[in-house]
């Protein structure tokens, strides 16, 4: 059962190596969300999402024979990232297994990293199979996006270091894909304060865990086609949803439209700029869904300017 001193023990193993990322506040977004809100800014952490905090708790604890052989990852950006990056710290190398249609400035900055990627199509093609399989044969560690303790204890310390700063939230908004950054999110708000509720926030087209709470077990449903491609998971992972199910108070949806126009509303009004899935929490708050005291994660930055454009065209 992940807790909140595995969150705790990872902060220590990040200290010195992840951004301890500033909490942004803004009085016009106060007004508009009708809440005293704390936006915890991700997309200033190194490779400009949360990633890299799970990535490298889990590289940290890799034996010297399993760095030596090198490790694996399959991920549709941000995760590949993070892996590439915490492998060159530790001198070790890496494969990522990535959709065929991922952005390309999430594949050059992979690549920039130095890491090797094998594509695959996310419509046909099972990703945890071809990235089990892929570390079998090459013999090297798999560090999943999310179904690992210690990558969903290594997410969970954006949440601590939020509440560490601000205080005590009454509400603590934090996007959902495979459901690790939840996961450690939900362990270290409800570890330091019981009466936190965690509210997950989805993609409409993309709510496999809104229907796997109300169902009471994993459902799945078709791969997602929306613009938050960070969050097109097709079913919670099974980790990550034994702990979702005992502490996500309540999951909420968002429209493309309503993620376009937070990521308009942080450019204009914060000068944040914010990739599709690191706007949907925004997108929540935005929305008026939230009173009190309201902690949101911002999950990450990484968008091409010409991306970024056309979807705010």
Same mark, same amino acid.
């Given at each position: 059962?992940?807790?909140?001193?595995?969150?705790?023990?990872?902060? @220590?193993?990040?200290?010195?190596?992840?951004?301890?990322?500033?909490?942004?506040?803004?009085?016009?977004?106060? =007004?508009? @969300?009708?809440?005293?809100?704390?936006?915890?800014?991700?997309?200033?952490?190194? %490779?400009?999402?949360?990633? +890299?905090?799970?990535?490298?708790?889990?590289?940290?604890?890799?034996?010297?024979?399993?760095?030596?052989?090198?490790?694996?990852?399959?991920?549709?950006?941000?995760?590949?990232?993070? &892996?590439?990056?915490?492998?060159?710290?530790?001198?070790?190398?890496?494969?990522?297994?990535?959709?065929?249609?991922?952005?390309?400035?999430?594949?050059? !900055?992979?690549?920039?990293?130095?890491?090797?990627?094998?594509?695959?199509?996310?419509?046909?093609?099972?990703?945890?199979? %071809?990235?089990?399989?892929?570390?079998?044969?090459?013999?090297?560690?798999? +560090?999943?996006?999310?179904?690992?303790?210690?990558?969903?204890?290594?997410?969970?310390?954006?949440?601590?270091?939020?509440?560490?700063?601000? =205080? !005590? &939230?009454?509400?603590? &908004?934090?996007?959902?894909?495979?459901?690790?950054?939840?996961?450690?999110?939900?362990?270290?708000?409800?570890?330091?304060?019981?009466?936190?509720?965690?509210?997950?926030?989805?993609?409409?087209?993309?709510?496999?865990?809104?229907?796997?709470?109300? @169902?009471?077990?994993? &459902?799945?449903?078709?791969?997602?086609?929306?613009?938050?491609?960070?969050?097109?998971?097709?079913?919670?992972?099974?980790?990550?949803?034994?702990?979702?199910?005992?502490?996500?108070?309540?999951?909420?949806?968002?429209?493309?439209?309503?993620?376009?126009?937070?990521?308009?509303? @942080?450019?204009?009004?914060?000068? +944040?700029?914010?990739?599709?899935?690191?706007?949907?929490?925004?997108?929540?708050?935005?929305?008026?869904?939230?009173?009190?005291?309201?902690?949101? %994660?911002?999950?990450?930055?990484? %968008?091409?300017?010409?991306?970024? !454009?056309?979807?705010?065209?």
């Amino acid at each position: 059962m992940l807790t909140l001193d595995d969150v705790q023990d990872a902060a @220590a193993r990040l200290r010195g190596v992840a951004h301890r990322t500033p909490v942004h506040r803004s009085r016009t977004l106060d =007004g508009r @969300a009708g809440a005293e809100v704390f936006l915890k800014c991700e997309n200033f952490q190194r %490779i400009g999402a949360f990633k +890299i905090r799970g990535a490298y708790n889990a590289v940290s604890r890799l034996s010297p024979e399993q760095l030596k052989r090198g490790i694996a990852a399959y991920s549709s950006g941000n995760h590949a990232q993070a &892996v590439a990056l915490a492998a060159s710290e530790f001198g070790s190398s890496a494969v990522v297994l990535m959709p065929a249609d991922t952005p390309q400035s999430k594949v050059d !900055a992979v690549r920039g990293y130095g890491a090797e990627i094998v594509t695959y199509d996310r419509y046909t093609g099972d990703r945890v199979a %071809i990235g089990n399989a892929l570390a079998e044969d090459r013999g090297l560690a798999l +560090i999943p996006p999310y179904e690992h303790p210690h990558v969903m204890a290594g997410q969970g310390t954006a949440a601590l270091e939020l509440i560490e700063e601000v =205080g !005590a &939230v009454d509400t603590l &908004v934090v996007p959902i894909g495979g459901g690790g950054l939840i996961a450690g999110s939900a362990t270290a708000a409800k570890g330091l304060d019981r009466r936190i509720r965690v509210v997950g926030v989805e993609p409409e087209f993309g709510n496999d865990t809104k229907l796997s709470l109300a @169902a009471g077990h994993r &459902v799945a449903i078709p791969v997602p086609r929306t613009i938050a491609d960070g969050q097109a998971a097709e079913t919670p992972g099974e980790l990550t949803f034994s702990v979702n199910q005992r502490l996500v108070d309540d999951v909420t949806l968002v429209t493309d439209d309503e993620i376009r126009a937070a990521m308009r509303f @942080a450019f204009e009004r914060l000068k +944040i700029v914010l990739e599709p899935s690191g706007a949907t929490s925004l997108a929540a708050v935005l929305r008026g869904d939230f009173d009190g005291r309201v902690g949101v %994660i911002l999950s990450g930055g990484n %968008i091409g300017p010409e991306r970024f !454009a056309e979807l705010l065209a």
